[in-house]
C-alpha cells in the first residue's frame, strides 16, 4: 500500500521535473536545476556544482572547485588560497550556522578557522581575536600601528608605584611564555612576536616591591622616545598629529602635552579598529554581494 505522497512523487517522477506549465507553457524560473528541484532568479548568476551537490551562486565561470577543501573558490584567487581539507565543514563559531552549505560569504582568519564574512567585520568592531582559538583574527601587518600606539600609550602612561605589578603571561598568538614582565592596563607586550594578545597567567609581585623590582618607569617613556627618534613628548605629540606645527599647542605645559599625546595614542587605537582591513584567502561560497563578492583576498 502506497502513501499519498509516495503517489504524487511517483506521479512527477514520471512526468518528469520542468520548468515550464505543461497548459500554458509559462515559465517558473529563469533558472532552473533539476537535480535540486530549485527554481530562482537568475540576478545572482546560480550554477549548480556537482562536486558539492547543489547549487551555489556568483556565476560558474568566477569560482573553481577545490577537491581537498571541498569547497568552491574564487578562480582568481584559487592559485594562492590556503588549502586545508574540510576546513569549511564546521560551523560558523559566531551563528552556528554551517558555513559549507551557507550562502552568505565565507572568510578565514590567519590562524586557519573559518567564519562568516558579517559576522567577523561584526567581531572586530570589538574584539580582534577569533572566537576559537583566541588569536588575533588579522595578520601581524595589519596589527602593527594598534600595537605601536599601545606600546607608545604604555610608556607615556607609567603605572603608579602602589599598582605596579610584576607577572607571567602567555601570548595567544606565538604561544610564548613571558616571565618577570611589566604589567599595564592597556596591556602586556610579548617580547618575542610584539602582540598584545596576552593573557596573564600569574602575578608575581604587587605594589612597591614590584616597583622596586621593575625599575622607573620614567625610563621606558625615555626609551620610547628614542626608539622614535624623539627628544620629547612635544615631539612624540607632533609626529602623532602628523608631523605639522603645534601652532597653539606650543604653550602647553608638560602636563598638556602628556595628557595630548595619551588622547592621539588611544586614538590611533580606535581609528585602527574601526577601519582595519581584515585578513581573508580566497575562499567562497559563491555569493554575489556587491562589495563582499571577492570578500577573501590573499
Known amino acids: ?5 509516495q503517489l504524487i512523487y511517483a506521479y512527477f517522477a514520471k512526468l518528469g521535473i520542468r520548468n515550464n506549465c505543461i497548459n500554458c507553457d509559462a515559465q517558473f524560473g529563469t533558472y532552473h536545476c533539476s537535480t535540486c528541484n530549485l527554481w530562482m532568479s ?29 569547497m568552491c573558490i574564487d578562480a582568481l584567487l584559487f592559485e594562492d588560497h590556503n588549502c586545508k581539507s574540510g576546513k569549511y565543514m564546521s560551523n560558523c563559531p559566531v551563528c552556528q550556522e554551517d558555513l559549507f552549505s551557507s550562502r552568505m560569504a565565507s572568510h578565514e582568519m590567519p590562524c586557519g578557522h573559518a567564519i562568516h564574512w558579517h559576522c567577523f567585520r561584526e567581531l572586530t568592531s570589538h574584539d580582534t581575536r577569533c572566537p576559537v582559538c583566541k588569536k588575533t583574527a588579522e595578520t601581524h601587518d595589519q596589527m602593527e600601528e594598534t600595537w605601536n600606539a599601545m606600546a607608545m600609550g604604555i610608556a607615556l602612561q607609567p603605572v603608579p608605584p602602589d599598582m605596579a605589578r610584576v607577572v607571567d603571561i602567555l601570548c595567544n598568538d606565538c604561544e610564548h611564555k613571558g616571565e618577570n614582565q611589566r604589567w599595564h592596563f592597556l596591556g602586556v607586550q610579548c617580547r618575542r612576536c610584539t602582540s598584545f594578545n596576552t593573557t596573564v597567567e600569574r602575578t608575581v609581585l604587587v605594589g612597591q616591591e614590584a616597583n622596586d623590582f621593575l625599575g622607573p618607569p620614567t625610563d621606558l617613556a625615555h626609551q620610547a622616545q628614542l626608539a622614535n627618534g624623539m627628544g620629547n613628548n612635544r615631539d612624540v605629540l607632533t609626529a602623532l598629529m602628523g608631523g605639522g606645527n603645534m601652532g597653539d599647542n606650543e604653550d602647553m605645559d608638560e602636563t598638556e602635552v602628556n595628557q595630548s599625546v595619551a588622547a592621539e595614542v588611544m586614538g590611533i587605537m580606535n581609528r585602527t579598529a574601526n577601519n582595519h582591513q581584515p585578513f581573508s584567502n580566497g575562499s567562497s561560497s559563491g555569493v554575489n554581494e556587491g562589495e563582499d563578492n571577492n570578500m577573501d583576498q590573499s
Open 1 to 5: 500500500m502506497f502513501t499519498f505522497r
Open 42 to 70: 537568475a540576478d545572482e548568476e546560480p550554477y549548480h556544482c556537482l562536486k558539492c551537490g547543489f547549487c551555489r551562486v556568483g556565476g560558474r565561470e568566477n569560482f573553481t572547485h577545490c577537491d581537498d577543501c571541498g
